[in-house]
C-alpha cells in the first residue's frame, strides 16, 4: 500500500472513530492526540527494555504493546499531516534522503 492509499484509510477509520465518540478533530486536538500516542509508546517502550514493570503481560504481548503503539503514533502523525496538507512521502526524501 502506498503512502497516500493508508494515509487516506487512516483518515477513514479516524473519522468513524470521531463520529462514534463525537468528537471534534480539531488542529489542537490531533496535536494532543497525538502526545498522548507518544505517552503510550514511551510506556510500552520502558517495559520492552525493562525499564518499567511489564504490567502482567509476556514478552510476546510487550512486543505487540510496542507495535500497536508505534502504529498509533505514526497514524497520527499520517493525520495531522493531512490537517495541514503536507506530503509526508516528499518531506521525508526532502530531508532524510
Known sequence: MELRELSE????RSESYVRHFK????PD?????LNEEVGELTRAY??????????GLDAADVDDLLGEEMAD??????LLARQYDI??????KKKWL
Do not use: C
Request: net charge negative; proline share 0%; hydrophobic share 50%.
Open 87 to 92: 506530503d509526508l512521502e516528499a518531506e521525508v
Open 23 to 26: 468528537i471534534e478533530r480539531t
Open 46 to 55: 520502558l517495559m520492552r527494555s525493562g525499564q518499567s514493570r511489564d504490567h
Open 73 to 78: 503514533v505514526f497514524a497520527h502523525v499520517l
Open 9 to 12: 484509510a487512516v483518515e477513514t
Open 29 to 33: 486536538w490531533l496535536m494532543l492526540k
